[in-house]
């Protein structure tokens, strides 16, 4: 039996833990819905789930790194166009797509694999994740949005 072949059962729960992961995100909105104080945030956060869920819903790998690879990069395309797409002040829904994509990284370092969050480009224009570079600080794109914003707050 092949390796690939061997690792396909291990998709099917890696799948349901990522709904999870994804859910949790969807319920956080949805109590922020319920609540005068967040404003419009529980829409952003449920919409940007949902764009993660619909990207992935088609993903398959062909063994278990191949399926995160490819999970990471329908989820990164996704999160390119949310921010495209999305005129958000809060951040609320970038932040949940930050969020998933830590997650999708945890579960694969569950499975002893090193899965590489790519960062956000600066302007609207199609990635190329497949050539994404690792990152070799171990931070996720959050500490170069941020470093992004407070350059543009002291302009």
């Not at 990152?135 to 170069?144: D, P, Q, R, V």
Request: proline residues 6%; contains cysteine.
């Amino acid at each position: 039996m092949s390796k690939s072949h061997q690792e396909q059962p291990l998709i099917r729960p890696v799948r349901r833990e990522l709904d999870r992961i994804i859910e949790q995100e969807i319920r956080d909105g949805q109590s922020k819905n319920d609540s005068m104080h967040w404003g419009n945030t529980g829409e952003e956060i449920i919409t940007a789930a949902n764009m993660a869920l619909d990207a992935l819903a088609p993903v398959v790998g062909d063994g278990l790194p191949a399926f995160f690879h490819s999970c990471m990069e329908q989820l990164h395309r996704a999160h390119v166009q949310y921010r495209c797409d999305h005129d958000e002040d809060s951040g609320h829904g970038s932040a949940t797509f930050h969020s998933i994509k830590a997650g999708l990284a945890e579960l694969a370092s569950r499975h002893g694999l090193t899965l590489p969050i790519p960062e956000l480009p600066d302007s609207c224009t199609p990635v190329n994740v497949s050539a994404a570079q690792p990152i070799l600080n171990g931070h996720s794109g959050t500490e170069s949005l941020i470093k992004r914003l407070t350059r543009a707050l002291k302009r």
